[in-house]
């Protein structure tokens, strides 16, 4: 196995799955139905920061003086404003310190979503964001890539506030997941750990992890 990411691209934004061995590892220890709450939290957390190293890979650099304790010298730094990290609730939350140790100082929006059992559509009970969305690069998190409806409707609203570069970061996804996706945003590109089987009658990743909300606080 590479260590690098490799992507597939169908005309739209690309799909890039993050095939680093760290990654694989700490996924495949998720997967485990025997992993305790505590467990799953610190691999999600964990896996969140390597995520973040992949996604961020192509930020834009600017040049900038500095000086060390010897010369001045010329530098880089990331160009623009700061990254905006927008978990969706609740399970995008247990990516968010492991992303917020690389990138501190990161703003934060929330997205309240959560799925009706009955239809499986994402149906909307918060969502508070920075004001400048159309300035800053906007990493949307969520763990399942599931049905996508939630990745969706996420999208959608934060489109809505002015946010015109998004990228999706989530550990596991799905065939039907991403094909939904792409055809509502085929400008948003993914990123993923691993891209599964199939969905299942009740909209559940196959073979998954169940439900990562769930399993990260140990509710049923």
Not at 57 to 62: F, I, V
Not at 93 to 107: C, E, K, N, T, W
Request: proline share 6%; with cysteine; net charge neutral.
């Amino acid at each position: 196995m590479q260590g690098a990411s490799t992507r597939e691209t169908t005309g739209a934004a690309p799909v890039t799955v993050v095939s680093h061995p760290l990654v694989q590892h700490k996924l495949t220890l998720m997967r485990d139905k025997a992993r305790s709450t505590k467990g799953f939290r610190q691999l999600l957390n964990e896996i969140g920061t390597l995520l973040a190293y992949e996604v961020t890979r192509d930020l834009p650099l600017e040049p900038i003086e500095v000086e060390t304790p010897l010369v001045t010298m010329q530098g880089v730094q990331i160009a623009g404003k700061k990254l905006v990290l927008a978990p969706i609730l609740r399970a995008g939350i247990g990516f968010l310190d492991g992303m917020l140790s690389l990138v501190p100082s990161a703003r934060v929006a929330h997205v309240g979503l959560y799925r009706d059992p009955d239809s499986l559509q994402a149906v909307e009970y918060y969502f508070k964001a920075p004001s400048d969305l159309a300035d800053r690069t906007v990493l949307v998190l969520d763990p399942m890539l599931a049905t996508a409806n939630s990745a969706i409707a996420a999208v959608d609203r934060l489109k809505e506030r002015g946010a015109r570069d998004l990228r999706i970061v989530c550990l596991i996804a799905a065939p039907e997941g991403l094909a939904k996706f792409r055809g509502a945003h085929p400008d948003v590109p993914v990123w993923t750990a691993a891209i599964d089987s199939h969905l299942d009658e009740h909209g559940y990743i196959i073979p998954g992890l169940g439900d990562a909300g769930d399993r990260m606080y140990g509710t049923r």
